[in-house]
């Protein structure tokens, strides 16, 4: 990872078939693309001809990111995604099932940044190298971001008599992680899983207990073995899918606790 260019207009940078650009003061995005390109002129006796474009489709995504500072310590991510290749995955999955991925890769960074932050207004953001360890290429896009905003941004966001520069104490784990609202309310797709996946669970829960009840009022002359064994292997598997729902809800929609030592 390279960067290219740097001046008051953002910076630029370049990674592999990815080129990367900051616009200030919030926009970062990233364009990606690869087959498909029509080859290179080739010669033919004493001529250069052109050969016709390659029939294969040029792989290109598109990934946009709008980082809004709100107020010390917090700030809105707004992530959006376009891409000209597997259409088809938008078509039959739920934009919910991708939120799931996004959503750890965000809680994977959130507590250290929480602590970055912490660590800078310690060392002033002017001399945020102090605060961190920031050897690799992999780091260029952090290092130049930090350059502009010493250079052409103050260092700093400026809040005006809006908030003081103190940033807040650290929440509990589970305000910092917290994932419904910060995410679930706001998104249509994850809130309509949300409602759909509880509603579920009440299901699952009311088979299994009609089905005991069903076993518990039934006459052993009326009812056959094999029918008693069928609702009450129901209602086992119906009690055991709710309890597993039941999580899954909860650390999908509502609070996820990120753990590095086991990721």
């Known amino acids: 990872m390279t960067i ?4 008051i207009n953002g910076f630029t940078s370049k990674q592999l078939l990815v080129n990367s650009y900051f616009i200030p003061p919030c926009m970062f995005y990233g364009a990606f693309s690869s087959g498909g390109v029509p080859s290179k002129k080739s010669p033919s006796s004493a001529r250069t001809t052109e050969e016709p474009p390659s029939s294969v489709l ?3 995504m598109f990934l946009l990111f709008y980082c809004i ?4 310590g917090n700030s809105r991510l707004i992530l959006a995604t376009s891409r000209n290749f597997g259409a088809w995955m938008q078509r039959f999955v739920p934009p919910w099932l991708f939120h799931i991925r996004q959503n750890l ?3 994977s960074d959130l507590y250290l940044l929480h602590m970055e932050d912490r660590k800078i207004m310690d060392v002033r953001p002017l001399n945020w190298h102090k605060s961190g360890y920031v050897p690799t290429k992999a780091d260029a896009n952090v290092i130049a971001f930090r ?15 809006r908030f003081s520069r103190l940033l807040p104490q650290t929440p509990p784990r589970d305000q910092l992680f917290d994932r419904y609202w910060s995410h679930t309310v706001n998104c249509s797709s994850c809130n309509l899983a949300y409602k759909r996946l509880n509603a579920l669970e009440i299901a699952l829960q009311v088979i299994s207990i009609a089905s005991v009840g069903i076993v518990a009022a039934g006459k052993h002359g009326i009812m056959s073995a094999a029918v008693r064994n069928t609702l009450v292997s129901m209602a086992v598997l119906c009690f055991v899918a709710s309890k597993w729902l039941s999580h899954f809800i909860y650390t999908t929609f509502r609070y996820h606790d990120y753990d590095h030592a086991f990721r």
Not at 152 to 158: A, F, K, L, R
């Open 4 to 7: 290219e260019k740097l001046d």
């Open 58 to 60: 040029m792989k290109k």
């Open 69 to 72: 500072p709100v107020s010390p």
């Open 105 to 107: 890769v965000l809680d």
């Open 147 to 161: 350059r502009w905003l010493n250079k052409y941004g103050g260092t700093e966001v400026d809040w005006g008599t």
